[in-house]
């Protein structure tokens, strides 16, 4: 059974409870939300830990931590990635279930915010172990995971090969006759079962797109604009693919090995094939390699942090010269460094707004899933295109009319859209 909602206090891993929890009381009080149902949305609604052994290669047993935490389920099911990191805690959890549930209501979809994973460095693991923890996993987790209860997806260090792992073992402890109703218990699968055309660019293309918006309306060209970008994995790769295909120009990057710069600028794709024959970016010959610490002070116009949260924070926000951030992570910007940016008069595309294109994607194959039915490449885009510019217009404006900040302005829709939805609704009894 899931445990009931503990006090959320102590200390906080990275600080992005911390960190989630002050934009929230911020976005709050600027729309002066009804005090009861402020006390709902500040805590989680279940969380589970399990604790479940597996068998290694050489024969010895192991016994690994999982979590999900379930935020709020007001305007449908939970959903919510999976990761695998050694940060992964129930602090860490609690504040990216939080960020899944602005997220989704900012988008308008039928969603409420999840989150969770395993506390494991998975390089440590064959993909015969990995497989082994993640099958056991979701047996530990059992009925606390659903096509139309919590629907987890990728998130960091795992991929369309974890949720087919997952997947079958779901659908393996439902009888016959119910497996093929479960199809959608998670998103981000493979093509051939049940994934959906685009779901793998999908986050990367969302943060393209926001970047592409906010230069629209800036009036600026993206052909021959810089770009920096930290994490290239998938949402760091497909946003510096897009990007670069508008004419921009990677001119650094930044993974755990170190940061590559080159200011002719670096072939998206040639350092791609690079990573996947080398297996990271160390050693790559065409660029140089720089000390992390100059990574965010590079010139650029475009900065795109992708990798974990509370990477910008005040001790190095002062050095950022980007015209703009683009946050591909959840929780990439801390509140103080955030302040320091909005004097320097540099726009933030906040999270759950600039990410969400992964989401609106999982939604997307949830609905074909669910539905029966297989839309093509260029069905996916075209949609997802059409509702992150609904989103991000209705930031701007929203910013505008109330003269706050982006972040803020996104916080308030959300919080609005659930609000609403509990004053109609009512509370049970």
């Known amino acids: 059974m899931i445990s009931e909602t503990i006090k959320q206090d102590g200390p ?13 009381e911020h976005a709050a009080d600027s729309i002066e939300l009804n005090p009861n149902i402020r006390k709902i949305l500040s805590i989680t609604n279940n969380e589970l830990v399990v604790h479940f052994p597996v068998k290694m290669d050489s024969g010895e047993i192991e016994v690994f931590t999982g979590y999900r935490v379930q935020h709020n389920n007001a305007l449908g099911p939970y959903k ?22 602005w997220k989704t209501a900012l988008a308008g979809l039928p969603y409420g915010g999840a ?66 109703k479960n199809l959608h218990v998670v998103t981000g699968k493979p093509i051939g079962a049940g994934g959906s055309e685009g779901r793998d660019r999908a986050t990367g293309f969302g943060v393209f797109l926001t970047v592409k918006f906010w230069a629209e309306q800036e009036k600026l060209d993206l052909k021959g604009k810089t770009f920096i970008v930290q994490g290239f994995g998938n949402v760091g790769y497909w946003a510096s693919w897009f990007l670069e295909r508008e004419g921009a120009k990677l001119i650094a990057v930044q993974d755990v090995t170190g940061t590559y710069y080159n200011k002719e600028g ?10 996947k024959s080398a297996g990271s970016l160390e050693g790559y010959s065409n660029a140089t390699l720089m000390a992390n610490d100059k990574f965010f002070g590079t010139d650029c116009d475009i900065c795109i942090p992708a990798a974990l949260g509370n990477q910008i924070t005040a001790s190095n926000a002062h050095v950022i010269k980007a015209k703009v951030i683009a946050e591909g ?33 999982s939604y997307f194959e949830w ?49 609005e859209r659930l609000e609403q939805a509990y004053l109609q609704r009512g509370i049970f009894p």
């Open 266 to 275: 670096i072939s998206v794709d040639a350092l791609n094939d690079y990573q």
């Open 12 to 24: 906080v891993k990275q600080g992005m409870l911390a960190n989630v929890m002050r934009q929230f």
């Open 115 to 180: 989150k969770g994973g395993i506390q494991i460095d998975p390089k440590k693991y064959s993909s015969a172990e990995l497989e082994r923890i993640t099958r056991r996993f979701t047996y530990a987790l059992g009925d606390n995971i659903g096509p139309e209860l919590d629907i987890p997806a990728p998130d960091v260090n795992t991929n369309s090969q974890t949720m087919a792992w997952i997947l079958d073992t779901y659908m393996s402890t439902r009888t016959p006759n119910e497996r093929s």
């Open 329 to 361: 992570a959840n929780g990439p910007t801390d509140i103080d460094a955030e302040e320091v940016l909005l004097q320097k008069d540099i726009t933030i595309i906040p999270d759950i707004l600039c990410n969400s294109g992964g989401v609106i994607g």
């Open 367 to 415: 609905l074909q899933n669910r539905n029966g039915e297989i839309w093509t490449m260029e069905e996916v885009m075209e949609k997802l295109e059409k509702k992150l510019k609904t989103s991000f217009d209705r930031v701007m404006s929203v910013s505008q009319e109330r003269g706050v900040d982006t972040r803020t302005a996104a916080f308030m829709i959300a919080i």
């Open 80 to 101: 919510g990635g999976l990761r695998y990191h050694p940060t992964v805690d129930l602090d860490a959890a609690r504040a990216l279930a939080m960020w899944m549930t």
